[in-house]
């Protein structure tokens, strides 16, 4: 996350220690939220249900869900004859695993079943599989966020014309940092997808913006104090890395459930289905929250913010003392 933290000198990788502390504790302190640890009658959690042979009829019994779901909110309206045995249809559904008298924990249905597997059965890459598809799409999420920024720092030491070689080798090092940044956070989205707190995708990937929130907050509080300068470009990246990690695992809930619908059904609808699942105030919250960091992104880009100070400006930047 950053390899150019000093305070007058002194090395401090404060952001990098708080961000790993905070993805910790939120790891720790939510297993209760984790659906993957939910825990079965005989007491199994429901990730060790998640085998390469079942992955078929989780697909299955996420599209019989929604299907009997839908059936039943049509005959609450009157657009549909009430059907006979929907109440034990339902029942059936709940059944896990296959051919044992299980049933799913409380509050879990099929369709979550399906969005916790993701796009790829566990037997065609399991969770490095998926890591290597979800660091792609906020690598690709982060291209313009990553020029933009890159072109911010060159320009706030005053144009490509007044770079000098050295100064031009040590941006060519950035572009690599940019990359591996961008990359890293989807990366372990999808290897922790199983892991992290939410029934969707938008609120799992909150875990890892949160996390890094939290190391900026602990980088901006002794800058603060010791009168460094601010930490405007940290809050741009942060917000940045929260509008494209919660658009990553909205992809990868997308990408779930195109396995899971007929391909002539239309996504935007089962996907509306999907997220009406959660509780209002939990989706509401994550909207208003897409919304707000947008606005203080253009806000930012309009008002051209101050001096970037986002991590990793220049890893062979050490500040000299005077004398």
Do not use: C
């Not at 998640?50 to 059936?71: H, K, M, N, Y």
């Not at 009406?276 to 919250?285: C, D, F, G, K, V």
């Amino acid at each position: 996350m950053s390899f150019s933290e000093y305070y007058g000198g002194l090395y401090l990788p404060v952001k990098f220690v708080a961000t790993a502390v905070t993805l910790w504790l939120i790891l720790r302190v939510s297993r209760s939220r984790v659906v993957a640890l939910h825990r079965l009658d005989d007491g199994r959690p429901l990730l060790a249900t998640l085998e390469p042979g079942v992955f078929e009829q989780v697909r299955e019994r996420a599209l019989t869900f929604l299907e009997t779901r839908r059936t039943g909110r049509m005959s609450d309206s009157g657009a549909a004859e009430r059907p006979e045995k929907l109440k034990e249809e339902f029942e059936k559904l709940e059944q896990w695993p296959p051919g044992q008298e299980g049933k799913l924990p409380t509050g879990i249905s099929p369709l979550h079943l399906a969005l916790l597997a993701g796009p790829e059965p566990p037997g065609r890459g399991g969770p490095a599989g998926l890591a290597w598809r979800t660091g792609s799409i906020t690598l690709a999420l982060g291209v313009i966020p990553m020029l933009y920024l890159l072109w911010w720092d060159v320009q706030a030491e005053g144009g490509p014309l007044s770079l000098t070689r050295d100064a031009g080798m040590w941006y060519s090092a950035n572009v690599i940092q940019e990359v591996v940044f961008w990359f890293l956070p989807g990366y372990l989205l999808g290897l922790l997808w199983r892991e992290l707190p939410g029934r969707t995708g938008a609120i799992r990937s909150l875990s890892l913006s949160g996390a890094y929130a939290a190391g900026v907050v602990a980088y901006w509080v002794p800058a603060e104090i010791m009168d460094l300068a601010d930490v405007t470009g940290m809050s741009l990246r942060a917000l940045l890395l929260f509008v494209v990690l919660t658009t990553a695992g909205l992809v990868t809930d997308m990408r779930t459930l195109r396995t899971v619908i007929q391909p002539w059904n239309r996504l935007g609808r089962f996907l509306l289905e999907v997220y009406r699942l959660e509780s209002i105030p939990s989706q509401a919250t994550f909207i208003l929250a897409q919304i707000a960091a947008v606005l203080a992104i253009i806000q930012f880009v309009r008002g051209q913010g101050g001096e970037p100070q986002y991590p990793s400006i220049d890893p062979f930047q050490v500040p000299r003392p005077p004398g």
